[in-house]
């Protein structure tokens, strides 16, 4: 092999190892794209293409690939020129959305001309007898795009630690070197040095700290918002009653299922004299955090009924009057509120748009809906609400339950439905309160297929065993 070739072949080892790491990050991140692309955001996709055609010009400017490929020298030349028009569109796009607020109008006029100039300097280069008509024009406008990034990346104030002080750094780095490119393929600098690509290279390398930092920092974000939904669980299960009243003659059971960390269910108890219990089950709109905020407000209101707990209706308009105007955005409670009264052998209730309680009377062996009530809560704060009452006897069972069971959606979208429920009672009639709360939830678990649910999920269950 001549001296001059393999002279030519050394001068390309640092060019073509960059293009091949520049070319396989350009790949990397395509990859990341396509497995990120619901995220709606170019930006990625954009460096893909700008690291993948930049690879595949600075290999296709190496010596190597004019021994590899039988190509004439014009048309090498005119390719090289094609790839250096299109890429400055992606180029561009990817600094617009990285430096994002402040110029970006500005950002985008220049982008929108260097894809002008690429329309028109494309077809140019494969048409006219000359290539790389459009190369002047073309640095001027990089160098003047490259002017105006820099100033608007160090508009934002002096040089801070973190990840803004990586960014700024990476992009002067790759500033200069594509400025001192452009103005020696203009001759207007005297030396020569192509450099450009190691400036490239150490940006991409930026990138990359920048993004493990930002990584980094999400994870400790992650970490310590996990703690405080921790925290914020804990809590909020210490509002509820940790044991169920014993009151000769009456069975209770209680299960709570947020769908996240922590719920907008609550339930609770207001005992009174000899045998009675009255039993509040609440359902705030949505579910989460701001859901759980409501529903510890709850436990205030409702602690301080005690004093009149055998008027659901009392019950009921008390706390909505408690909790109106004071509800964030549109949140609003659905509830309803029981009073059990063993010696009397009665139950009174109320409701507030919660889905009506279930009693099944075993004397008549039929399923009742406790349907009175009235309006949502915390909405309106001359919502009036009404009660009834009905009898009681031995071996009836009272359910009380939030939307998250009859609303339960199996793999088909189905939902569990009233009807679903209704029977489910009156096939498992015989059950202890025990009993029947923990065998609906595993009816519910395999009607959905799965053990987890979309909504929050609260149920007491109640046995009377004996009466007055």
């Known amino acids: 092999m001549p001296p001059e070739v393999l002279e030519a072949l050394r001068d390309d080892i640092v060019p073509a190892a960059i293009g091949f790491i520049v070319l396989g990050l350009g790949l990397a991140a395509g990859a990341l794209a396509v497995l990120r692309r619901r995220s709606g955001s170019h930006t990625l996709v954009d460096l893909a293409l700008l690291s993948s055609l930049y690879g595949l010009r600075l290999l296709a400017d190496t010596y190597a690939f004019r021994l590899l490929f039988d190509i004439p020298e014009d048309w090498r030349e005119r390719s090289v020129n094609v790839i250096t028009y299109v890429l400055a569109v992606p180029a561009a796009l990817f600094f617009e959305g990285m430096l994002g607020m402040g110029w970006r109008r500005l950002l985008r006029r220049f982008s929108q001309a260097v894809a002008l100039l690429a329309a028109v300097a494309v077809p140019a280069e494969l048409l006219l007898p000359r290539p790389g008509t459009f190369l002047l024009p073309y640095r001027i406008l990089i160098i003047t795009g490259v002017l105006i990034m820099v100033a608007h990346l160090f508009w934002a104030g002096s040089f801070r630690t973190g990840s803004l002080l990586w960014l ?90 947020p769908a996240e960390s922590v719920a907008g269910d609550f339930y609770d108890f207001l005992p009174a004299e000899g045998r009675r219990l009255g039993i509040f089950l609440a359902d705030v709109s949505g579910h989460g955090v701001p859901a759980a905020l409501v529903a510890s407000m709850l436990k205030v209101a409702v602690a301080s009924q005690a004093g009149h707990a055998e008027s659901p209706a009392r019950v009921l308009t008390e706390v909505n009057q408690a909790l109106t105007g004071k509800l964030p955005g549109n949140k609003f409670i659905t509830a309803v509120y029981v009073f059990l009264d063993l010696e009397a052998s009665r139950v009174t209730y109320g409701r507030a748009g919660h889905p009506p309680p279930l009693l099944w009377r075993s004397r008549d062996e039929r399923i009742e809906e406790l349907a009175a009530g009235g309006l949502v809560m915390g909405r309106l704060a001359l919502s009036a609400y009404k009660e009834a009452s009905v009898p009681l006897g031995p071996g009836d069972r009272l359910l009380l339950f939030t939307d998250g069971i009859p609303e339960a959606a199996n793999r088909a979208d189905e939902q569990f439905g009233d009807d679903r429920l209704q029977s489910f009672l009156a096939m498992n009639k015989d059950r202890t309160a025990e009993g029947l709360a923990e065998a609906l939830l595993g009816q519910v678990r395999e009607w959905r297929g799965r053990v987890d649910f979309e909504d929050d999920l609260t149920l007491v269950a109640v046995g009377i065993t004996s009466g007055s």
Request: zero cysteines; glycine letters at 8%.
């Open 168 to 257: 700024r750094a990476s992009f002067a780095v790759l500033a200069l070197f594509v400025v001192t490119e452009n103005l020696q393929d203009m001759g207007v600098v005297p030396w020569e040095a192509d450099l450009e690509p190691v400036g490239f290279l150490l940006f991409l390398g930026g990138l990359g700290l920048v993004a493990v930092r930002g990584l980094m920092d999400s994870q400790e974000s992650l970490a310590s918002l996990r703690q405080e939904l921790e925290t914020a669980r804990q809590i909020q299960a210490s509002t509820l009653p940790q044991t169920t009243p014993d009151i000769a003659g009456l069975e209770i059971a209680a299960r709570y299922l």
